[in-house]
């Protein structure tokens, strides 16, 4: 899945070495405890990863993501070429729709996966994540036309998600609009985007237009606020003072975990592709021709080799991403991608590869942590899902 005027640069070089967000000294005020994460500095944790994991499960979690990439791609072909360029399909979108959807070389394993915005025909909002920016730049740069112009707003917006049971009603709180209140429940349906009216804060922010979008990242309900730099920090305080809790990398990393979304990296990297990762529901082999394409349908008439499953530790050990999975016999056949103790489920789950004839619920394999065979089990995902 940044700058207002002179005011920020977040792509400029700091003595670190590192990108900071407009957030990053409201991180500092609030103690938090801040670690380099694919050229950024940003926030691993500011109370603790559990406080903060329930605190999303339970109210409201605040997450900056201001880190991630934010490209538009405009002009009277934007939504052909960028259809050609991801494996869902944006011609069966609506204006106002985001898809999450893979983007592919021509081998049919993924560069980046990204959420994609129909806001128009004539303007497609691209999400990707911060350590795919510029790869995912270059490729579409390389395979756009002239016809259409991208242009990279990363140094001109924050992106802060609101995410848990009470995320609708506080944003719904801020926004205005001429009828009066704002329900983003009502008027926001799931996977949708909107420009909506911030109303103003004397002392605090003008009245201001902000980008909504109904999407996240940790299995709750809840939004991600487009906004300007400048009123970055105060609206973030806002959300605090209206009950949310500020929550770093490693809730958010426990959160997707426990909802079983994949993360670049980890789950899906151009070694893989979406059939195998149990991501196919985002490939339209059906639609017209897109990068990858070619190379997925034959993917897909020979059956993938391995499948991602979720799986919990029946023994006692915590998986961690990239130790070994073992046969019963102690032979390896695949790698854990993901795996920690999840504070929902109180129980030590994962995610990794495994041959397809290992990937019935319930089969029983090995996890080498460190030397050490656990026993651990096939499970049915999600792991966590909301009521």
Known sequence: ??????????RSAVTSGLARTPLFEL?????????PFAGWEMPVQYQGVKQEHLATRSAIGLFDVSHMGQLEVTGSGALAEVNR?????LERAVD???LYTGCCNEQGTLLDDLIVYRLHPAHILIVCNASNHDKIVAHFQA???NRVRM?????????????GPKAISAVSSLLTADAGAVDLGRELPPFRTREFVLAERAGL?????VRVA???????????????????????RELMARGGTPCGLAARDTLRLEACLCLYGHEINESTDPLEAGIGWTVKLDKSDFIGKAALVQRKAQGPSRKLVGFEMTGRGIARSDYPLLDLAGKVVGHCTSGAPCPTTGKNLGLGYLPVGMTAIGTEFLVDCRGKNITAQVIKTPFYRRA
């Open 85 to 89: 360029l991801i494996t869902n399909d």
């Open 151 to 163: 242009t990279d707003h990363g140094q001109e917006r924050c992106l802060i998600a609101v995410q």
């Open 214 to 236: 109904r999407t996240g990242y940790t299995g709750e309900d809840g939004v991600e606020i487009f906004c300007a730099n400048a009123i970055a920090p105060a609206l973030f």
């Open 205 to 209: 922010w003008p009245k201001s237009t």
């Open 27 to 35: 991180h500092k005020a609030l103690d938090a405890r801040l670690v």
């Open 143 to 145: 395979q756009l036309s």
């Open 1 to 10: 899945m940044l700058s207002f005027g002179a005011v920020f640069d977040s």
């Open 96 to 98: 106002g729709q985001a």
